[in-house]
């Protein structure tokens, strides 16, 4: 279970995660406020930060009450406020920074879509179109500023991403690695930083690919990086060595998942690699965040959060062979397949 619940009265552990929403939405105010970034240079009084984070001062001081509780943030013996150190991922600088996944993962239509759970465990589709008449991927294409911060957050993690892929397979022999569903490229950027002489492609949206270039050229690889837009049920770019799709399959119930990967196999020629990093989920009753984002899985796409053995089915029925799971650093894994 998530919570200790050692010593604690019989209610209180189911109390407590009841109110674990509420927590969320304290890290939220943080990254909303800009917090972290006010603490960044060091620490200060309450009413410093309140007057760098136009707050009012008291309920700040409530507001970090609560963030040193959940262990964000600590107060000093002279009453400043400092970062803890799992406080500086909410900073924007950070490498690797949640603030943009605290922002996106948590804006209002995300919650909003999470009221529908009880209705999509019925019936087993998605809340967000039932609730914005939008499917998720239109409805960013639809608000850029939600668009864009979507696409901040997931750049946060594929730091991570791109060092368990590396971790688990060497880039050295691979000639051109395509990226399907890329976004902002930062795996790519990571891959080709680390791997002199590897050449990309990354695909997505083409409403991504401006806020791509701009980062890929920021990194100082675009020019070893081409940039196509499209659909990948559509097509996807011929001619790579590998393919990698990082937390793509997820986000598709099985039959988009393995139109996608279909859409993939076409474009590969035999012998060519696919690898999907993404988070397996691991049988028994442990505690594991996979297991709440296989729910926002569901609330969002109807999709969901896989263990290795659906992940093997997937990429069978989209005519793969060879597919070996090959787990890396918690909670990432690598699920490979050859293009026979
Ligand atoms: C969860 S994000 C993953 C981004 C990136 N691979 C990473 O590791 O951070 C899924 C990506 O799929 C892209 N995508 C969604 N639908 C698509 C489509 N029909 N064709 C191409 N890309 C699509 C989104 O734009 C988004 O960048």
Redesign the pocket.
């Known amino acids: 279970m998530v919570l200790e619940t050692e010593g604690l009265p019989p209610r209180e552990p189911a109390l407590r995660l009841l109110s674990a929403g509420w927590a969320s939405h304290a890290v939220r105010a943080m990254a909303a406020l800009g917090l972290a970034d006010h603490l960044a240079a060091g620490p200060r009084t309450p009413e410093e930060l309140a007057a760098a984070s136009r707050t009012h001062a008291p309920t700040l001081a409530r507001l970090l009450r609560t963030l040193a509780a959940l262990g964000l943030c600590a107060t000093d013996g002279d009453g400043r406020v400092r970062l803890t150190p799992h406080g500086e991922f909410l900073r924007s600088d950070a490498p690797d920074s949640v603030r943009p996944y605290a922002l996106a993962l948590l804006a209002p239509h995300v919650e909003r879509a999470w009221e529908g759970l009880p209705e999509a465990v019925r019936t087993g589709e998605p809340a967000f179109p039932r609730v914005h008449g939008l499917g998720f991927?239109e409805y960013?294409a639809a608000h850029p500023e939600e668009g864009a911060a979507?696409?901040a957050a997931?750049?946060?993690?594929?730091e991570e991403?791109?060092r368990a892929l590396m971790a688990a397979r060497d880039l050295a022999g691979v000639g051109t690695l395509v990226?399907?569903?890329?976004?902002?490229g930062?795996?790519l950027a990571a891959a080709l930083t680390a791997t002199p002489g590897l050449r990309g492609v990354l695909?997505?949206?083409p409403?991504?690919l401006p806020g791509t270039e701009a980062f890929l050229t920021g990194a100082g690889v675009r020019d070893r990086c081409e940039l196509v837009?499209?659909?990948?049920?559509?097509a996807?770019p011929a001619g790579g060595d590998a393919y990698?799709?990082?937390?793509?399959v997820?986000?598709w119930p099985d039959e988009q998942a393995v139109a996608?990967l279909r859409a993939c196999h076409r474009a590969m020629a035999p012998g060519a690699r696919v690898w999907l990093?993404e988070r397996v989920v691991r049988p028994g009753d442990a505690f594991d965040r996979t297991k709440l984002l296989d729910l926002l899985m569901l609330v969002l796409f109807g999709a969901q959060e896989r263990t290795g053995e659906e992940y093997r089915a997937l990429l069978e029925a989209a005519g793969f062979g060879s597919v070996t799971v090959h787990p890396v650093e918690p909670p990432w894994s690598i699920v490979e397949a050859v293009r026979p």
């Not at 997931?154 to 594929?158: P, V």
């Open positions: 991927w960013l979507f696409d997931m750049t946060g993690g594929a991403r791109a990226d399907v569903g890329g976004g902002q930062r795996l695909f997505d949206r409403e991504v837009g499209g659909d990948f049920f559509a996807v990698v799709l990082a937390v793509v997820h986000d996608i990093v």
